[in-house]
């Protein structure tokens, strides 16, 4: 039964590497362009020559692009391609390979998303519980507007005010990048310091907004759970209100909210991105926002393609980790 | 019988035919909230759109960069845009998108929803899969991909059109939902054995009782789509010439706008984006609660 219900994920997670794959090499297609002549006329309009050899350049890197052959042929080399993770070159940085450029730009994404995302869900969900729960201090009604305000609002737009007043104003915090432009990359404690300080406001941006989405959730599911017979059921048996919030409310309500960090994982991207484009911060959203900038389809491809595949493993690992959380799964049949 | 009636009734039709509605709107002061952020924002545009000259939303037509003056009560651009014009004539396009978007997507997604909910079998295993998966998937990446081929001159409505692409997916799994609870109730099933037809019964028995509650999957959709729209601007890929609230806000990024202390580029963009998305947000929530006075009891 387990196994049965492991194979279905893997198997979604395959058709979404695939639909990712397809999806990546003939929407592209579809619109006619030629993104290496594209690139080459731009270069020369930007240089302010005619190249007279444009057409036999564009063949030139076309064969070196594989952009030469049948379609079908294309498609299985790309299939190929993709399944190896391997990217090819990046038109605007040529001959740097975009494998090259993402494996910079990754650890800043995951460092930053990763912590947030963990910190948010906690925080949220611990506050949301304590919202719902009767015997939680008075003043903690008093959160619940403005949560329900910022959760309603995009993460980069909490961002630009965020780093106004304390960033343009307070100058508490530096306003852009990932540390000091001209600091030397190393493992010391000053540059530690310096990246930590960079990636306080961004990292504030999502975490302000995140949280009250989560806490709002996690509320709505207790105040669902407390109805519930069982609960009713313990408080006639005697048992300790302290007991019946952790291991009687919290316990189930924390089910539907892990489903939902699962669901929700996709959107928490898409707005971390644009995130990262208004501070400069050097991870795969400012890539992806130079190479929209600068035409780069490969460079565009190579991401989309790697942060579907890598949101789709997040979600298959939730998935998996849901009938450890929530044992009644197990025993039905996927 | 009838007699005793009639008095009952009477008080009801003689007062006046707001008063219901206000003690409703009293009780349910998330839709108050919604629905005054949305008119004052309607009544910004409204107004504008005869005060002010749009045509001065366009580059080069008023000096560059100056700060909100008597002239220029919103200030100016780099790009010499009288932003107070600017407003007025993008916030209503940025609107445009979501609400094309929005009924584009609410509409598949309740098509799909309700063939899906009431018909069961492989139909319903075909849509819900495709919507799971699509679910997972970050929306706005994919909507970059698409917008990247299609690249080069997009307009404000092919943008709505790009938005809409992904707007079913969640409105098809929750109004599937809805008709799953609703399909079993005992009315359906009296329908059903009167020998109405499924598409009779989705349109005449569910679509009725599930109206307060598509009106919120719209307003949350529109929501949705407008928050994409801006995404996709501010990366770059929008309507390049004209001036929606998310290209005012890429030209405020590209421009670094923010560290040259040109506070007045930005702010009223981001004010206008933020009434937006509260009063989405607020009338979503009293429509819910509209949907599912249930709710109330959690207030």
Redesign the interface.
Known sequence: MQLAYIAKRCG?FL??VW??AT??FF??R??G?DPVRDKLLQQAQLGGYVQAGIEAMTREYEQRFGLDKALWRQYLTYLHDMSRLHFNYSISHYPRTVNEIMAEAIPWTVGLLGTTTVLSFAIGTLLGALLAWPGAPRYMRVLMPPL??L????F??CG??L??FLA?QLQWLP??GGYTAGAFPALTLAFVGDVLKHAVLPALSIILVATGGWALAMR?MM?TTQGEDYVTFAEAKGLQSRTIFLHYCLRNAILPQTTAL??S???I???A??VE??FAYPGIGTV??HA??E?D?FL??G??FS??VA??LA?LMLDLLYPWLDPRITYRKA | MHGTWEPEIAPMGSMSGLAPVWSYLRRNRSLVAGLVLLSTLGLFVGLGHIVVDTSRSRALSAPAIRPPSLQYPFGTDRQGRDLLAAMVAGTPLTLRIGFIAGFLGVGLGAVLGFVSAYYRGKVDALIRGIVDIGLTVPGLLVLIIIAVSLKGGLTVDQMALVVASLAWLLPTRTIRAQVLSLRERSYVEVARLSGMNGPEIIVKELMPNLLPYLAATLVNAVSSAILASIGLEVLGLGPVDSPTLGMTLYWVNYNAALINGWWWWWLAPIVIILVVFLGLFFLTVGLDEMANPRLRREG
Do not use: C, D, E, K
């Not at chain 1, 959760?151 to 995009?154: D, G």
């Open positions: 979604i058709l979404i639909l990712a999806l990546n929407l592209p579809l619109s362009r329900w305000a959760h309603a609002i995009p980069f737009l630009l005010i780093m106004y343009f306003m852009f709505g105040v699962a669901l994982l996709g959107q991207l898409s707005g991105v644009l484009v208004i992806l926002y929209i900038r035409n389809h565009i491809q991401i989309v942060v579907i949101l789709g979600t």
